[in-house]
């Protein structure tokens, strides 16, 4: 397997290389989403709102911690999850910047 060669791409794209995959599996979506409706922190509760056993879905939010997308703390001997609003800004700082740019570009309708 080739190296990914990130040291190629700026700190920006690769930051958001990171995002982008830590939200490339559908798991990781609904819990996303979960977290998003319950507006607060959770402790447990995403065990039950998905069809998967309890490592698995630890797996899940340590790659979405990780990534930088949700925050966790320890209450007890829990650890209560929830979003991280600023790794939530960069992601929608990037999707704004590529619809703006995509939208105020000219039609190229001879493109493939």
Known sequence: MGASK?????EHQNQIALLAKAMGHPARIAILEFL???KSCICGDIVNELPLAQPTVSQHLKELKN???????????????????EGFEKI????????????TSPSNESCC
């Not at 990130?6 to 700026?10: A, C, K, N």
């Not at 929608?92 to 939208?103: A, D, M, Q, R």
Request: with cysteine; proline share 0%.
């Open 92 to 103: 929608k700082t990037f999707f704004e910047t590529l619809t703006c740019k995509s939208t």
């Open 6 to 10: 990130t040291e190629h791409f700026t």
């Open 36 to 38: 998003l409706e319950a």
């Open 67 to 85: 990534a930088g997308l949700i925050k966790g703390n320890i209450e007890g001997n829990a650890i209560c999850y929830c979003i991280n609003e």
